[in-house]
């Protein structure tokens, strides 16, 4: 074998994994959340005909009588009512389309004689029930066919107020907390850049809120902001009446955001201490020969040397506030003050309105999108 | 002039000594809860009991035994009753530890093979793949995490380990850290000991493999410590407690033992200790390189 060949099948082993998983956790979930974004995908309906049933069962339930106790269909025939018992008793979820399709096709003799004879005391899909039983249109119980809606879910989005006001608050947690943090991080990386001792110390404390898991972090802050909390009793000194920082409508987003601000500003401030370190010391020098203050030398000589770092640390800040999710979901009690990715989440996983919740998620992607870009494109014109 | 660095050497170490009290204090706090017996009001009676554990000063006093915090003595006491009273709380610490080592393993494994075939190696269509990779790093986790959570409906893996690990095996980001590595990895090596005869496979994990030590140290500490505390997919594939792991057993404690500060705070610390160990046992890699970028993901 050719070593080419044998480097392109080794290439290919050796990077199939990865392939793989990336194709099947990523990449496809891609395509099927546009895809979703124009349906109305609902969790539940898609479930829905993978239920098991025992069709006898379902039956007795319905007519009121033991399997054993019943030896004709003229017995039964007339109890039966088609309709209630396909949505009540076997439990198909049936829109008026599908109505029509059992009405038409469903075939109530053979169920009937089926049931008599006893053939029917067994688990099966509701899939499988539905196509033994239909003359024809089966394939629409075959598997779940969200409707398509076209642009609706995206419609929607301009009259729902719960969406305006998550994608208000995404967008205020990030114009407060990405500049606050960059420059508190940017403060306390040029303290460390002095000579003082035990930089390391500061290093490591500063860095311990960010590698602890942010439902930790909730935990004890959720303490600190409660009503007797030691927050309230702090500022009980100086007159302040108590309030409960995370009940409050008013309080518990810049409450929240303060939390941020404390976990990840001495993150940002490692990534701009390295930078601030690769300065060469004699710049400093320099300028304080030619007798610039310390203001101009912060202004004029560090803000744009560090201009990679300042791009870094808003993008990575503006990606991860404007999709803050575990906070929100640990501390929030109240709809005013959601984000637009918790709103996400509760349309999936709680409302049910799969296609929805994609047709929003592919929103955020956009505007996180936008965001950095613009980013970009300003931080490089403005130096 | 002397003097204005002097004042500014000053003014730096308020900054710093101020932050470093602020960015401790939370967890000191915690801590001292943590210790004190439990408080509460008597459901019967309506009488409170315990001590006031928002107190300031928090009357702490280390130089007896036991020590003292908020007035009486401190115990572990909390630590040990929270196994007891939420007697799951040692299986979400084992699912955790669980979940963050193999995620840890197959990163490890599959990002590092990945990367170097990537940095490496010639394979068709390496150029589509790696631009297809490239565009998905930008797209977010709300994005995906719907069809994610269908497909594990349809594979039958809600709520089990397989559900919880699999799609998490690998991750863009670690292969990106591993195809950076090895382009920056001398080529001398691998050349050395193809000319010994060693075919890539050889090659790969006996030179390149044991080489690589930085930057699999890196991504290990990066992927267990997103692991561990992960909580939005922890909490979309896992609905019985025995799956939970540790950021959703907190959840529980708050919705379960919500007054109950001491719990909460025993079992929070409980789970933060593990990553301040290795923080710093690692903190080179953490504070010094500035390479772990993105851990809160």
Known sequence: MKRRTREAIAGYIFALPIILTVLIFTIYPIFAAFYYSFTDYNPLNARNLETKINPQEALEFHLGVFQTDVSSVDEIKDYFDLLSFIKYDVGVNLDENKEKIVLENFDSEKLLKDFVEGKLNKEMKLSKFMSEYLKSGAKYFKRYIPNFLGLENFKKMLNDQYFRISLFNAFFYTVIVVPVQTFLALVLAVAANSKIKGVKFFKLTFFIPSITSSAAISMIFWMIYSKPGILNRFLGYFGFQPIAWLENPNTALPAIMIMNIWTTAGYFMVTFLAGLQDIPKSIYEAARIDGATPGKIFWKIILPLLKPQILFVATMGTIGCMQVFDQIYFLIKNMRNITISFYIYKNAFEYGNMGYASALSLVLFVIILSLTFIQRKLVKETY | ?297
């Open chain 2, 1 to 297: 002039m002397r003097r204005k660095i002097k004042i500014s050497l000053i003014i730096s170490y308020i900054v710093l000594i101020t932050y470093a009290v602020v960015s401790l204090f939370p967890f000191i706090w915690a801590f001292l809860v943590s210790v004190t017996p439990l408080n509460g009001t008597n459901p019967v009676t309506g009488e409170k009991f315990g001590v006031d554990i928002m107190k300031w000063p928090p009357e702490i006093n280390i130089f007896r035994f036991p020590p003292k915090v908020f007035g009486v003595d401190a115990t572990f006491e909390n630590y040990k009753k929270i196994f007891e009273v939420v007697p799951y709380y040692s299986r979400w610490f084992l699912n955790t530890v669980l979940y963050a080592s193999i995620l840890t393993l197959g990163n490890v494994l599959l990002d590092t093979l990945g990367g170097y075939a990537f940095a490496r190696l010639k394979f068709p269509f390496k150029n589509i793949w790696f631009t297809l990779f490239l565009a998905t790093m930008m797209v977010p986790f709300q994005v995906t995490m719907i069809p994610q959570y269908n497909l594990m409906v349809k594979f039958g893996l809600v709520n089990t380990y397989p559900g919880l690990i699999i799609p998490k095996l690998t991750s863009v980001f670690g292969l990106f850290l591993m195809r950076q590595f090895f382009l920056n990895f001398p080529r001398e090596l691998e050349e050395a000991a193809v000319i010994d005869g060693a075919g890539i496979f050889k090659t790969f994990f006996k030179i390149v493999l044991p080489n690589a030590k930085p930057a699999i140290t890196a991504l290990s500490i990066y992927t267990f410590l997103g692991a561990w505390n992960d909580f939005i997919w922890p909490l979309i594939i896992t609905s019985s407690k025995e799956m939970y792991t540790l950021t959703m057993g907190l959840n529980f404690f708050k919705t379960s033992y919500y007054t109950f500060w001491q719990y909460m705070m025993a079992a929070t610390i409980l789970m933060t200790i593990p990553m301040i160990i290795i923080f710093l046992s690692f903190q080179k890699q953490f504070v010094e390189t500035g390479k772990l970028s993105a851990v809160k993901g």
